[in-house]
């Protein structure tokens, strides 16, 4: 998933978190169980990936595309635990790239919970800043504004194990590599969200554009744990 469109994802976001008021705090600790409250983003410059839900599961295509997920909260919220297993089937193709670098920032996927935060944009940073910059706090929940977004990845190449960075695109995009891909598909994650602050919603991904890849990503569950 190259700059650009990881970019325009996070406009994205924060239009959608900006009108989010049907989605009631009560569903929040089984999103899976409402298919109704997830948005996709698409990528006008990107095939989309396919998604469905059924029987409680979410299911995830991806065929050289790109396209997030996100949950999006009607408040924020206190979480101390959120909980997922997933089944993957394929992999990325990495060709000896290092995964993450410029022509390889695919992963099979990527949890994303995004902080509440104080950082809104001085007159002087209105001036200067890009105007990607400008509608991302612009578009941020009235009354509040944002910190930045953990993701935490499973990841494909070895040689990312325990490590973490501030992603390229962004210094309000931090990425944490947590599970390693398994040789049965099978990956359990579970992920302690930072003590004391309040998230704004979940932005899942899975991409395949960067690397030519193709592969599915079976969500089994998914359980929020407020404070």
């Known amino acids: 998933m190259d700059c650009r469109s990881l970019i325009y994802s996070l406009c994205l976001f924060f239009t ?3 009108g989010s008021n049907s989605y009631a705090s009560e569903p ?13 983003l698409k990528y006008s410059s ?7 839900f059924a029987d409680g599961r979410m299911s995830i295509h991806v065929n050289q595309s790109a396209s997030p997920l996100i949950y999006p909260f009607s ?18 193709n990495l060709s000896g790239r290092k995964q993450g670098e410029e022509g390889a920032d695919d992963f099979l996927f990527r949890l994303g919970v995004v902080y509440e935060g104080d950082r809104r944009m001085g007159r002087f ?20 504004g944002i910190d930045y977004i953990s993701f935490y990845n499973v990841y494909s190449d070895h ?20 599970e390693p891909q398994t040789d049965d598909g099978h990956v359990t994650m579970k992920v302690s969200p930072e003590s004391g602050k309040r998230v704004l919603g979940l932005w ?6 960067d690397t030519a890849s193709e592969y599915s990503v079976q969500i089994n569950s998914l359980v929020l744990s407020p404070e």
């Open 75 to 92: 408040q924020p919220v206190a979480l101390q635990e959120i909980a997922l297993t997933l089944h993957i089937q394929g992999e990325i």
């Open 125 to 144: 940073q209105r001036l200067m800043a890009p105007q990607w910059i400008k509608t991302l706090f612009a578009l941020a929940p009235e009354g509040t």
């Open 204 to 209: 899942l991904s899975s991409d395949g554009d």
């Open 159 to 178: 040689r990312l194990a325990g490590q973490e960075r501030v992603h390229p695109a962004s210094q309000l995009l931090k990425e944490h590599f947590v």
């Open 46 to 52: 990107l095939p989309a990936n396919e998604v469905s």
């Open 16 to 18: 959608l978190i900006a």
């Open 28 to 40: 929040v600790e089984w999103p899976l169980q409402h298919p109704d409250n997830w948005q996709q």
